[in-house]
């Protein structure tokens, strides 16, 4: 259990480490559009910055986030997603990973 536990504070110290940039968010935007989620950045008063549509497979970001706070809403909401493994590409399925321990971590 200890091992584990270290392997998951260095895994998510790697993926904190992650520079909040337009490539990052590219790969995060990726990741939830290949399972067949649609993004969509707009106005609206959002107290997470995102509201999800699970019906109609649509996320709805906070369209006045910048880049950082982009990132990290959609670290926030990719675990509440209905998503499928198999279907991520072999980088997405990394990153995926990634995230999911981080939230594991946050919450233990």
Wanted: with cysteine; net charge positive; charged share 30%.
């Amino acid at each position: 259990m200890f091992i584990k536990k270290n392997l998951i504070k260095s895994r998510v110290y790697k993926f904190a480490s992650m520079k909040y940039t337009q490539a990052s968010l590219d790969k995060l935007e990726k990741l939830v559009e290949e399972t067949g989620y649609v993004i969509r950045y707009e106005r609206g008063t959002f107290q997470s910055g995102y509201c999800i549509l699970e019906q109609k497979k649509v996320v709805v970001l906070n369209k006045f986030l910048q880049t950082e706070g982009r990132i990290n809403t959609l670290i926030d909401l990719i675990p509440q997603l209905n998503i499928q493994p198999e279907l991520l590409t072999a980088e997405s399925k990394k990153i995926y990973d990634e995230v999911l321990m981080k939230s594991e971590a946050e919450k233990s």
